[in-house]
């Protein structure tokens, strides 16, 4: 059986370890596909149960340095306590080498600047000591890359760190034990002590910054998680206790506290609550909630005691899905990813040629610019290994996804993957739904007409009308309902219920077939819609008629109205002025879709469209421009498939947001906005991150080489080449963090 898992990877921590561990998974047979994300260090892999285990799967990670954690990517609670741990000992690791490594750097620039310099009798001795302790404590993960790279024939910064300082030290070594054996077959008596000190200190320390910094990106999803509630009060053979969140089922009857969170969701059984979505929906405004209205778990009850009944719990709740779908998003790979992918795979085995061949080119050429040539090409074959880190060019993309997916899950946008991301930067056309979207979506009943022949009168004609609709989703439906209702008007049972989506629906009640709709289902169900001055009702000021028929005779009809949502024509207004056109297409009259388009501001009306010919506008549009659909009903469905991008609105069916890769959680249509503006800025930060991680490898290794020494006598230090390599990939989580406080 295939199946999909995201896996927590112990061991990564760069893009090479992604490369190595995608490699080798995807020779396993059974193994389907393989995402690994050295910004959350987490693997997507599918796979299939039959061929194929996790604990196989990390029997042959394993040798390599790496395993998969098993108990699934999203058992975030359970491995939060060792996360701490993790962080205390990182921490004390990366601080204590750090302050080995200052005090070297000092003693090191000391006796270039000083007049007197400590004699190496006493330095060298003390050097060797530390260098000891940094290389076989401190560093012990870089020797044991070194060892598994020989082994394995794999090879990633670890391995690069663990060249580079082995080789200086065990350079320097001989020379402390054995300087006259040196001297005597010619070798000069450098020591590099220091360099393995200070560059194993800047690596960690820097580790340790990239570390910290790549947690907050996701911090939003820890804040998630952290509503989760971990008890609630339920009633129990007439008395309410306490009980473990996970024992609550459905149905049960759960109480709330003032000021306590949700425990799940459901619906309120109390007459009123004041409930804050904040947190889940980017709703800044307590929301007031009445008896049978539904409730969030993870929302905070605000002043009251309430009494709620539990609808879904678990996995099935609103904040689960919201957080699955946030680690999914965080974890999967942009477009743009392909590029570095391909980079990072034989980034590590290119670095380790070109620092062989630069101590070969400067052993064999270099005599005649520099003597002794020997340190002069070991400290070049030392610095290309250091500065080479491929962590920079890895995290360019990740850590900006993580933090922008973050961002915008707070602010009530769900971003389904980081693809929908990317391709939303890219939009220059946004099409809108009308209603739901552009409109509240609670449209109500105006009018009820019935014709000269009907001899029904209008309460029996809101009668069949409503009895009807109560079948219905769609939002005219319900509103037909509720003015039933409010009439104190009694709905009958309906046999033989049929619904054609975008035009009516229809039914027999006490064996008389009725059929209620717009215009074209009435022409298609050959009714003359046409009154005494041969014109049916159109009405201007933007309402909607919907036709009640008893087979194919007219028996009156209904106008409803509903009003565009207040942030609409701020919307467009900022989506014009971003140069992206707006259009509206809608299942409407034209008439009534050009109103409520006026009142917004879009000037391009697509109007009277069934759902399959939406799919169809919106495949030609795609022909012109970049396309984001707009919807929230299951009519709209095919379209936000067809479209680039599709953006659902929550408030609307769940089939519209299974299909959407972008989900608008309270139906706030300004959100719309923001999310273009989010994708905009972290798609620019990412080609910011992609220049520089490229750049600083393509100056940093000819530098740390020695190629500028003969023109400008220049070279980079290996010491000065291990705080630059540190640096670039916390410059880079840094500048991706600024997707958290950018201005939208």
Known sequence: MKTTKLFPVVGMHCASCGAIITKTLKKETGVIDVQVSPGTEKATITYNTDQITPKHMNETLQPLGYSLKEGGGHDHMHMHGTDTAIKIDEKIIAFSAFGFAILAFVVMIWEIVAEHTVPKAIVHPIHAIVATIMLFGFGRQFLIAVIRSIKNRVANMDTLVGIGTGVAYFYSLLNFLFPQIMRAIGLPDTAYFDVTIIVIGFVLFGKYLETNAKRKTGEALTALMNLQVKTAFVERNRTVIEIPIESVVVGDILHSKPGSSIPVDGILLSSYASIDESLITGESMPLDKHKHDALIGGTINLDTAIVMQATKVGSDTVLSHIIQMVDEAQNSKAPIERLTDQVSAIFVPAVLGIAVLTFIVWILFGSQIITPILPFALSSFIGVLVIACPCALGLATPTAVITAVGRAARMGILIKDAESLEALAGITTVVFDKTGTITEGKPTVTSVTEMPNSKNGTEQMLQVLASLEQHSEHPIGRAIVAKAKKDNVLIIPVEQFKAFPGKGIEGSIKGILYIVGNKRFMEE?????????????????????????????????????????????????????????????????????????????????????????????INYLKEHSKVAMVGDGVNDAPALAAADVGIAMATGTDAAMATAGITILHGDIEKVVQSIVIAKKTMQIVRQNLFWAFFYNVIGIPFAAGAFYPAFGIQLSPVFAGAAMALSSVSVVTNSLRLKTIKL
């Not at 049916?536 to 509903?562: H, M, Q």
């Not at 259009?583 to 501001?601: C, F, N, R, Y």
Request: charged letters at 20%; a negative charge; hydrophobic letters at 35%.
């Open 525 to 617: 169900r050959g009714v003359q819609i046409h009154t005494a001055n041969n014109k049916y009702p159109i009405y201007t000021n933007g309402e909607t008629t919907i036709f009640l028929a008893e087979k194919t005779r007219l028996l009156g009809f209904v106008t409803l109205s509903d009003t565009s949502k207040k942030e609409a024509q701020h919307a467009i207004q900022s989506l014009t002025s971003m140069g992206i056109q707006s259009i509206m297409l809608s299942g409407d009259d034209q008439k009534t879709a050009e109103h409520i388009a006026q009142e917004v501001g879009i000037t391009t009306v697509i109007a009277d469209v069934l759902p399959e010919h939406k799919l169809e506008k």
